[in-house]
């Protein structure tokens, strides 16, 4: 490792790795941290990796329990957490400069959409202005975009589907994640990489309520019939069922969290229509208020940035 560079840090680090390193921190597992701060498990080990050879020493020890931080490792911590803290401050004291921002913005949304991406964006809207009434709805992904093109809410998050009805609506896309197969560890499809909907169809399939009519259409395309049996809401709902060994399921993979991991198997989903696309809708035609563009702006711009982290592509410094 390089020695301590004052100015090399200056220059190098930065505040998502600080983050980062934190996160790990507190999940002890930098897998953990990944999940946590969206981002793959192999770019956040090459982060921290870059962070150690910036500070110049070993930044956190692997113990068969997850990661510890060292003795620098504590003094980094110590000392990021100020800085956060400092940030908290300053963004409360530019709240003072967006007063001109305020009144009532209303979003619809899926859970599906809600639990891995947006809570956690609006939560950083919120405080940035917060002069801003946010108002979430839980909507199912059918009815969202009826809800944006009557006008009775401002923004709507949708995951495409199949026979989604677009007309009134003016669409943004806005993330993209995968379908995946999650079966009972043991299954005998566990240790097939892949699947196909020919490979589900024999199998008690649970299916979620948003993915019914996809996965009827995928079925009559290959010249099955699919009819459903367990039809439900809740993506962690069908999982636990899966868990329990009641059939296998078909769920977002941004919702297969990491308390899941080795009690039931994951496979890809390998269909033209398993890439999940998740889209803004705003009503036709009708010019967006202040705060909704602000909003817009937000996601778009959090989506972007956590693309290019993913994808290990290099940003300023």
Same mark, same amino acid.
């Given at each position: 490792?390089t020695?301590f560079?004052?100015?090399?840090l200056?220059?190098?680090?930065?505040?998502?790795?600080?983050?980062?390193?934190?996160?790990?921190?507190? !999940?002890?597992?930098?897998?953990?941290? /990944?999940?946590?701060?969206n981002?793959?498990? *192999?770019? @956040?080990?090459?982060?921290?990796?870059?962070l150690?050879?910036?500070a110049?020493?070993?930044?956190?020890?692997?113990?068969?329990?997850?990661?510890? =931080?060292s @003795? @620098?490792?504590?003094? $980094?911590?110590?000392?990021?957490?100020?800085?956060?803290?400092?940030?908290?401050?300053m963004?409360?004291?530019?709240?003072?400069?967006?007063?001109?921002? #305020?009144?009532?913005?209303?979003?619809?949304?899926?859970?599906?959409?809600?639990?891995?991406?947006? /809570?956690?964006?609006?939560?950083?809207?919120?405080?940035?202005?917060? $002069?801003?009434?946010?108002? %979430?709805?839980?909507?199912?992904?059918s009815?969202?975009?009826?809800?944006?093109a009557?006008?009775?809410?401002?923004?709507?998050?949708?995951?495409?589907?199949?026979g989604?009805?677009?007309?009134?609506?003016?669409?943004?896309?806005?993330? #993209?994640?995968?379908?995946?197969?999650?079966? =009972?560890?043991?299954?005998?499809?566990?240790?097939?990489g892949?699947?196909?909907i020919?490979?589900?169809?024999?199998?008690?399939?649970?299916?979620?309520?948003?993915?019914v009519?996809?996965?009827? @259409?995928?079925?009559?395309r290959?010249?099955?019939?699919y009819?459903?049996?367990?039809?439900?809401?809740?993506?962690?709902?069908a999982?636990?069922?899966?868990?329990?060994? $009641?059939?296998?399921?078909?769920?977002? !993979?941004?919702?297969?969290?990491?308390?899941w991991?080795g009690?039931v198997? %994951?496979?890809?989903?390998?269909? =033209?229509? /398993?890439?999940?696309?998740?889209?803004?809708?705003?009503?036709?035609?009708? !010019?967006?208020?202040?705060?909704t563009?602000?909003?817009?702006?937000?996601?778009? /711009?959090? *989506?972007?940035? !956590?693309?290019t982290?993913?994808?290990? $592509?290099?940003?300023?410094?």
């Amino acid at each position: 490792m390089t020695t301590f560079n004052r100015l090399h840090l200056i220059r190098q680090i930065d505040l998502f790795t600080l983050r980062l390193f934190l996160s790990a921190i507190e !999940e002890r597992q930098i897998g953990l941290a /990944a999940i946590r701060e969206n981002i793959a498990a *192999s770019t @956040a080990t090459k982060r921290i990796q870059v962070l150690e050879n910036i500070a110049g020493v070993e930044l956190l020890v692997r113990t068969p329990k997850g990661v510890v =931080p060292s @003795a @620098a490792g504590t003094i $980094l911590a110590r000392h990021a957490r100020r800085i956060f803290d400092s940030l908290d401050d300053m963004r409360s004291e530019f709240a003072s400069l967006t007063e001109g921002v #305020r009144g009532e913005l209303r979003v619809v949304s899926a859970r599906s959409v809600i639990v891995p991406f947006l /809570a956690h964006e609006l939560g950083e809207f919120s405080r940035e202005f917060p $002069l801003v009434d946010l108002i %979430v709805h839980e909507v199912e992904n059918s009815d969202i975009v009826k809800e944006i093109a009557r006008g009775e809410a401002d923004l709507g998050v949708f995951a495409s589907a199949y026979g989604l009805d677009l007309d009134g609506v003016d669409v943004t896309p806005y993330r #993209r994640d995968r379908l995946v197969v999650v079966t =009972p560890r043991g299954h005998h499809l566990a240790e097939r990489g892949a699947v196909t909907i020919l490979d589900l169809l024999p199998e008690n399939l649970i299916a979620p309520q948003a993915l019914v009519a996809a996965l009827r @259409a995928a079925a009559q395309r290959a010249g099955e019939e699919y009819k459903p049996t367990h039809v439900l809401r809740s993506g962690g709902t069908a999982i636990s069922l899966v868990h329990a060994g $009641l059939g296998v399921t078909v769920q977002p !993979e941004c919702l297969v969290g990491h308390e899941w991991s080795g009690r039931v198997a %994951v496979l890809d989903l390998d269909e =033209p229509w /398993a890439e999940r696309r998740i889209h803004l809708a705003t009503p036709r035609g009708r !010019e967006l208020g202040p705060s909704t563009e602000l909003l817009v702006e937000h996601l778009l /711009a959090t *989506s972007a940035a !956590e693309t290019t982290d993913a994808l290990g $592509l290099p940003t300023d410094s």
